[in-house]
């Protein structure tokens, strides 16, 4: 199941309590064409990655705690934890604490997931993925 949250306690809920799977939480714009898109490829990836990933989608529209929490700008960003610790990627894009574009292909995002997934369970909380975007 993709959960959709509202409130940033229903979020750090979430985080806190899962210690098996990467969770990956979707801050957007609902009403956006990137945000749409992103959230479709989320929806077909979900049944391949069900076991390894949480996927959460918060809506920004009216949620400006959020906004501020994690000083989001753009209008699809996804952020990681793993086992209740924020995992850091470095893109080669100079911001570790989140991905601020969405993929356009559910293969680009399974790449990528498989990839962070496989560093977090080694123990790994900050990752280099460069040229991978």
């Known amino acids: 199941m993709i959960l959709r949250i509202s409130t940033l ?3 750090k809920t ?3 309590s899962e210690m098996h799977r ?7 714009y609902q009403s956006t064409n990137e945000c749409i898109e992103c959230d479709n490829i989320i929806a077909k990836v979900y049944w391949i990655l069900r076991r390894k990933i949480l996927f959460i989608l918060v809506n ?3 949620n400006e705690i959020f906004i501020n929490s994690f000083s ?3 209008p699809v960003s996804l952020i990681f934890f793993y086992r209740n610790r924020h995992v850091m990627i ?12 969405y993929f356009r292909t559910k ?3 399974i790449k990528i997931l498989e ?3 496989e560093g977090v369970i080694k123990g790994n909380t900050r990752l280099y993925l460069h040229g991978l975007i």
């Open 22 to 28: 990467l969770v990956v939480v979707r801050f957007g």
């Open 72 to 74: 989001l700008y753009d």
């Open 60 to 62: 920004l529209e009216d």
């Open 107 to 109: 293969d680009d995002l």
């Open 9 to 11: 306690e229903e979020l």
């Open 90 to 101: 470095d893109f080669g894009t100079g911001d570790l604490n989140k991905v601020s574009h």
């Open 14 to 16: 979430l985080i806190f």
């Open 115 to 117: 990839i962070i997934y």
